[in-house]
């Protein structure tokens, strides 16, 4: 009988999930960290200095999202106080009291003044 080749499932499960003390993964967390901090730390000085920071900020979180949970979780929320917003500029569009705006009249293109 052939003997076969086949990794055991401890073996599967080792490759998939490395340790955590392993130093590329640490290298690649400390990287990962580093350049999403400066993008997020860039974004906050753009909110008082000329610049995009409502785009700079969360860019700088999804970069740390590729590596940690906890900006992940802030990226969600973001996304969500976000979508919250477009909504309600889109319904509370229009007069003071809250009304939606009327149509204007169309124009009857006949050249009247």
Known sequence: ???TNKPDATEI??????PANDPLKLIRQLV????????????????VLPGPAT???????A???????WAKRWLNYLKRRAQQAMEWTT???????GQKPTEAPQE??????
Request: charged share 10%; net charge negative; no cysteine.
């Open 32 to 47: 990962v960290f580093v350049l999403g901090m400066s993008v997020v730390i860039v974004g906050i000085a753009m909110i």
């Open 63 to 69: 970069i740390l999202a590729t590596e940690f949970v």
């Open 1 to 3: 009988m052939e003997a």
């Open 13 to 18: 499960v080792r490759t998939a999930n490395p």
């Open 91 to 97: 319904n509370s569009v229009g007069t003071s009291t």
């Open 108 to 113: 009857s293109g006949k050249g009247e003044p």
């Open 55 to 61: 785009i700079v900020i969360p860019a700088g979180l």
